[in-house]
Nanobody, 128 residues
Framework: QVQLVESGGGLVQLGGPLRLPCAVF????????IGWSRQAPGKEREGVSC?????????YYADSAKGRFTIWKDDAKHTVFLQMNNLQPEDTAVYYCAANPGSAIVGCGPFYHEMDYWGKGALVTVSS
């Protein structure tokens, strides 16, 4: 059974950094796409970033994340990380990790809903 467990959420000051790990269990770390999406109160969910083992570790970043967020994976630890820098109040949201195994890049950006497996989320609050 595939499980994704996010951690690292919490309260961070304006302009500060935060790193979110997503530990992946039960998924062979070959041919997959893993991504992060977020949902702020009263707003639609947004696909923030994703990484795929296909296409030489393809990565995607939403415009809101470009230049501030970095995604990478540690295959040995079966963990995907989202490093977030220069956090702003609009980054306050519940961040969800999701995965899609397979031989195609699926579930990145606005297509986050196509992911097969989801974590329970980690709350990030940016204080001003």
């Amino acid at each position: 059974q595939v499980q994704l467990v996010e951690s690292g959420g919490g309260l961070v000051q304006l302009g500060g950094p935060l790193r979110l790990p997503c530990a992946v269990f039960g998924l062979t770390f070959v041919d997959y796409t893993i991504g992060w999406s977020r949902q702020a109160p009263g707003k639609e969910r947004e696909g923030v970033s994703c990484i795929s083992s296909l296409s030489a570790d393809y990565t995607y970043y939403a415009d809101s994340a470009k230049g501030r967020f970095t995604i990478w994976k540690d295959d040995a630890k079966h963990t995907v990380f989202l490093q977030m820098n220069n956090l702003q109040p609009e980054d306050t949201a519940v961040y969800y990790c999701a995965a899609n195994p397979g031989s195609a890049i699926v579930g990145c950006g606005p297509f986050y809903h196509e992911m097969d497996y989801w974590g329970k989320g980690a709350l990030v609050t940016v204080s001003s």
